[in-house]
């Protein structure tokens, strides 16, 4: 069975010979960012690391995308969309909110959490769980709201 990282190298060269510039060149950038998280880490990754690297590269683009549409760059928002819907089907199905609250919940009981001074002790083992299937800033904003009342 094939790597992530090979699977996503075999998709770029589909993607070229299929002239869908827009994969290849995102998954292209992928290649690239797998690349420097093997040559940073000093040996070939394992798919949890290439899919920690993807993350990494999904949450820029999501935060991008805030950026140029402050900015009223709605070119520059499309590109990135398009980036953005590549990169997470290579990701785990993301958590509805519910799903979400439901493990915010769960983590706050089996931590002992009472008030928004025990917001750390929540979000380490909560991050943990979630283990990118959801987005940090969606769960820390349920564990404060959780935690407030």
Same mark, same amino acid.
């Not at 769960?106 to 987005?135: F, H």
């Given at each position: 069975?094939?790597?992530?990282?090979?699977?996503?190298?075999?998709?770029?060269?589909?993607?070229?010979?299929?002239?869908?510039?827009?994969?290849?060149?995102?998954?292209?950038?992928?290649?690239?960012? %797998? #690349?420097?998280?093997?040559?940073? $880490? +000093?040996?070939?990754?394992? !798919? =949890?690391?290439? &899919?920690?690297?993807?993350?990494?590269?999904?949450?820029?683009?999501?935060?991008?995308?805030?950026?140029?549409?402050?900015?009223?760059?709605?070119?520059?928002?499309?590109?990135?969309?398009?980036?953005?819907?590549?990169?997470?089907?290579?990701?785990?199905?993301?958590?509805?909110?519910?799903?979400?609250?439901?493990? %915010? #919940?769960?983590?706050?009981?089996? $931590? +002992?959490?009472?008030?928004? !001074? =025990?917001?750390? &002790?929540?979000?380490?083992?909560?991050?943990?769980?979630?283990?990118?299937?959801?987005?940090?800033?969606?769960?820390?904003?349920?564990?404060?709201?959780?935690?407030?009342?």
């Amino acid at each position: 069975m094939a790597t992530l990282s090979e699977t996503i190298r075999s998709q770029m060269l589909d993607a070229t010979r299929a002239r869908d510039n827009v994969r290849r060149d995102t998954l292209r950038l992928l290649v690239a960012a %797998v #690349e420097n998280g093997r040559i940073d $880490a +000093g040996h070939d990754l394992s !798919d =949890d690391e290439t &899919l920690r690297v993807l993350q990494k590269e999904a949450k820029q683009r999501r935060e991008s995308i805030v950026e140029y549409r402050k900015g009223n760059r709605e070119d520059l928002v499309q590109q990135e969309q398009q980036e953005l819907e590549i990169i997470e089907t290579y990701l785990p199905a993301q958590l509805s909110d519910d799903e979400v609250r439901e493990l %915010v #919940e769960e983590t706050i009981a089996e $931590a +002992g959490a009472s008030g928004p !001074d =025990d917001l750390k &002790l929540v979000m380490g083992p909560l991050m943990k769980k979630l283990e990118g299937r959801a987005d940090g800033r969606v769960a820390n904003a349920i564990v404060r709201e959780l935690l407030s009342d």
